[in-house]
């Protein structure tokens, strides 16, 4: 995925960057300060704002995301075994099962779904601050520990669809 990265924290980012305390306790215990942390990195022609977005996610989120991506591989693989035609990788985070990017609709239905099921009550992600459009994967989680204003920097409202 061209926006998640796996990068050593710099001074800079400590500076400016929201840490997670997980992340922050990891960086503190490596005293050469060389392990790689898990970031969604956004370009400036990425983001509606037209300003380069980087968000260091907290180190439970990114074993979650990377377990994902381990099998996510495999899955596209299991899609394209079932058709004549085959399906490039678009490099899109979440896809349905025919291999294609989720639809705005689509998400929005997943994230109700499983807010019903888990919080036991369908909560649609613009209350999160954020619309289904600029969902990179991640916004659910951030949004139950991080401010709106936080969620809505750091998405600048992108669209994960491209």
């Known amino acids: ?8 924290l710099n001074e800079k980012m400590l500076r400016n960057l929201i840490i997670p305390d997980s992340v922050r306790a990891a960086y503190n215990a490596d005293p050469s300060h060389t392990r790689k942390f898990m ?10 704002g037209k300003r380069a ?4 996610l907290s180190l439970d989120l990114a074993a979650t995301l990377q377990a994902y991506l381990d099998v996510r591989q495999w899955l596209l693989e299991q899609i394209n075994a079932k058709k004549l035609k ?6 899109t985070l979440f896809f349905n099962r025919h291999g294609r990017a989720l639809k705005e609709h689509n998400l929005r ?26 969902i990179s994967g991640t916004a659910c989680n951030w949004c139950r520990k991080r401010p709106r204003k936080a969620a809505q920097k750091v998405l600048a409202y992108r669209s994960a669809y491209h």
């Open 86 to 91: 085959l399906e490039p990788d678009r490099g």
């Open 53 to 56: 977005q980087t968000e260091v």
């Open 109 to 134: 239905s997943h994230v109700m779904r499983l807010t019903r099921n888990y919080a036991g009550k369908a909560i649609p992600p613009h209350l999160c601050g954020i619309s289904t459009h600029s």
């Open 39 to 48: 970031m969604l990195k956004y370009k400036e022609e990425e983001t509606k």
């Open 1 to 8: 995925m061209p926006n998640l990265v796996w990068e050593p």
